[in-house]
């Protein structure tokens, strides 16, 4: 529970919509949340990882159509700085209640912003959902494409899906899987800040989901702020999200833990490595975390 | 977890120490309806703020209670808050004035101003318990000099707010010259010249950060243990930022997060930027230098300058009690 955060029920669910799952990462689950908040007025936008100039390369965007959130679908394993147009959200875009999809740091950054908005006049009061998504590890943008064009030796304007599971990324292209490495290949990969993260299945999200856990397709869901389980059983009953329980489902919580166990571990671990305790000789790092 | 439903509760059965008192707000609105309270103003003491909630005399009650007479303290324990202008813009005074009514609550039930030339007419620092200081000191204005000092030695907390008072701002460019004191060059922040105790960063700081920071002044300064708990949980890090120093730039992203290995992209810096300084680019926050004020807002915002799990893993309750105690 400790790793996995505070949460009041846990899910298998999928979007109970086909046009949303054609296109989605897995379960669907955030366009389809997202959407339903969108039309029946929980939100008036949201905040998501929309496709930028280059492939596989993120942009942030303000959807506020259902056709935008359509076009925002899929993992981008590369930075998506969606916190930048927070405060933007409230102001050009006149936003009341924002939407906001995150990776387990941005919505602790979402929260710090509640808690300590410094320059962030007026964002306190008008986060209505934060959806957050499951993350190990990000890499910078030159990382994912020399791990897609040299490693894979896959054009990544060709790629129509990536994928992290089961100890490979692999890459899908029109023609199905085209390539697949080790895990071990891409770790050098990483974006450095991410080996300081305590967190991976979004504890701070209103509703966080991600793939480990449930069968291809599906998504593992928890529910765990009031906003967020008010809003994720409204979707439910109006038949946007199937939901059903996570009792025997394979591999489960137990992998879900596991893995979030040996991040936060391992993490935990070079946070306190970085204090350079072991070497008198070299001054301590810098550690965030008060 | 524990520490914050305690405070809920002890915040409303005031300076109450047992942990046994649930029977609070809701009780007691219940038990004082709508009529009891417009007769007796007075004998309402503590709760008089409180009951004010119900909806059916809100209309009847909005003039009594801004107009409501001094002596009558509906909370006996107010704290004092005074407003000291330095080389600032008054900026940061109307982001205080933006939290509207809540400034009224705020007045209402936690604290006295007594203090602020912009509204007030007491002409000379008196003591408080916090003095809410925004601008920089001109070095070359002897009253300015002066009024710092004795602002350090009549306030018990000293609040830099603003990034002027914190960090200098726009006054680090300063340098003379112009008409008609030419010779007042040199502006330092108020950290430079005496000791302060918690920064609100920011061009303009949010009328949000100004209200946690009074209310949470309120709590360290009339709380009982508990209360001090989380009213220093929740300080400590804008502690942690005025010992920390008095010089802020952008490039503070560069020196305390992306080169100390930390930043993850998010992005909050650039929200938080009021100029538009900061862009991102592949996922790292460009900053444009000559646009810089100096405000501190984005390394104070970013999520790896300082991150509080106990604090902000408890978003949903404290801000759940903010709303509550900021009700009029
Ligand atoms: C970097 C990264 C690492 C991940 N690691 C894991 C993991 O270890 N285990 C696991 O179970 N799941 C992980 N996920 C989550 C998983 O890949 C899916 O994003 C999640 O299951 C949501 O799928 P969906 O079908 O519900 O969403 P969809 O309906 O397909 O929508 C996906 C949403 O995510 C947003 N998004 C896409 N890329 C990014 C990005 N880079 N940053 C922010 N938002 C983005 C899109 O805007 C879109 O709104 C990771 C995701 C990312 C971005
Ligand atoms: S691992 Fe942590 S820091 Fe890195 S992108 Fe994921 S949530 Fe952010
Ligand atoms: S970059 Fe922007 S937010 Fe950061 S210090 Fe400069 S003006 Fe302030
Ligand atoms: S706010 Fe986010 S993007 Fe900006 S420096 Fe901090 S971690 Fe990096």
């Known amino acids: 529970m400790e790793y996995l955060g505070q949460y009041k029920a846990v899910y298998k669910a999928k979007a109970g919509c086909e046009d949303i799952l054609s296109k989605a990462q897995d379960g669907g689950i955030v366009t389809a949340m997202f959407a339903y908040a969108l039309e029946t007025g929980i ?18 965007m303000i959807a506020t159509t259902v056709d935008e959130l359509l076009a925002a679908r899929g993992t981008k394993y590369s930075i998506s700085p969606n916190m930048a147009l927070i405060k933007e959200a409230t102001r050009s875009y006149g936003l009341d209640k924002i939407g906001i999809v995150g990776t387990p740091c941005q919505i602790q ?21 934060a959806l957050g998504i499951f993350c190990m590890e990000n890499f910078p943008y030159q990382g994912l494409y020399q791990m897609v064009e040299d490693h894979c030796a896959t054009k990544i304007d060709n790629v129509t899906k990536m994928d992290i599971g089961k100890g490979k990324f692999s890459v899908y292209t029109e023609r199905g899987v085209n390539a697949q490495i080790p895990l071990k290949v891409t770790h050098k990969y990483e974006q450095p800040g991410c080996h300081v993260c305590l967190d991976y299945v979004a504890n701070l999200a209103d509703i966080s989901t991600g793939s480990v856990g449930t069968p291809d397709g599906w998504s593992t869901v928890f529910v765990r702020s009031a906003a967020g389980e008010a809003a994720f059983n409204k979707a439910v009953d109006a038949g946007w999200i199937i939901a059903e329980s996570m009792d025997g489902v394979k591999p489960g919580l137990e992998l879900v833990t596991k893995l979030a166990t040996e991040k936060i571990t391992k993490n935990q671990k070079y946070i306190e490595h970085r204090a350079h305790a072991e070497h008198e000789a070299l001054k301590p790092l810098r550690n965030p975390y008060i | 977890m524990g520490l914050f439903d305690k405070f809920k509760s002890l915040l409303f059965g005031k300076g ?83 939290n509207y009514e809540g400034l ?22 008196p003591e408080m318990d916090v ?59 108020i950290g430079d010249l005496i000791k302060v105790d918690v920064y609100i960063p920011a ?14 002044a309120y709590l360290l300064l009339k709380g009982n243990d508990e209360q001090k708990a989380l009213a220093t949980a929740y300080l400590t890090p804008l502690m942690n930022l005025a010992a920390a120093g008095t010089e802020a730039c952008g490039c503070d992203l560069m020196t305390e997060v992306i ?67 900021m009700k009029p």
Do not use: W
């Open chain 2, 259 to 325: 080169n100390q290995g930390l930043c993850c992209g998010c992005g909050s810096c650039a929200a938080a930027c009021t100029v538009r300084a900061i862009t991102m680019q592949y996922g790292r926050p460009q900053v444009e230098r000559d646009l810089c004020i100096k405000c501190g807002a984005c390394y104070a915002q970013c999520p790896r300058s300082f991150f509080s799990f106990d604090v902000c893993g408890q978003y949903e309750s404290i801000t759940n009690l903010i709303g509550e105690v």
């Open chain 2, 203 to 216: 061009c303009a700081p949010t009328p949000q950060q100004i209200r946690n920071v009074c209310l949470m």
């Open chain 2, 131 to 189: 003095a809410l200081v925004e601008g920089s000191v001109c070095l070359n204005d002897e009253c300015s000099m002066e009024e710092i000092l004795e602002t350090r030695e009549r306030a018990k907390i000293v609040v830099a707010l603003g990034g002027c008072a914190c960090y200098g701002n726009t006054t680090r460019f300063c340098r003379g010259g112009q008409q008609n004191q030419p010779q007042h060059e040199a502006f330092l922040p």
């Open chain 1, 43 to 60: 939100i008036d936008g949201a905040i998501v990882a929309g496709p930028g100039e280059e492939a596989y390369k993120p942009e942030p």
């Open chain 2, 16 to 98: 109450d120490v047992s942990e046994g008192t649930q029977d609070e707000k809701p009780v007691a609105s219940k038990q004082e309806p709508v009529a009891s309270k417009q007769e007796e103003p007075v004998s309402a003491k503590h709760e008089a703020p409180v009951t004010k909630a119900e909806p059916a005399d809100m209309k009847v009650e909005q003039k009594p209670i801004i107009q409501k007479p001094k002596e009558e303290k509906p909370v006996a324990d107010k704290i004092t808050v005074g407003h000291v202008h330095m080389s600032g813009c008054t900026g940061c005074l109307v982001s205080l004035a933006d």
């Open chain 1, 109 to 129: 950054a979402v929260r710090k912003a509640q808690l300590y908005p410094i320059g962030m006049r007026d964002v306190p009061d008008k986060i209505a959902l």
């Open chain 2, 104 to 125: 009224l609550t705020i007045l209402d039930k936690y604290a006295d101003l007594v203090y602020c030339l912009t509204l007030a007419d007491v002409r000379h620092i």
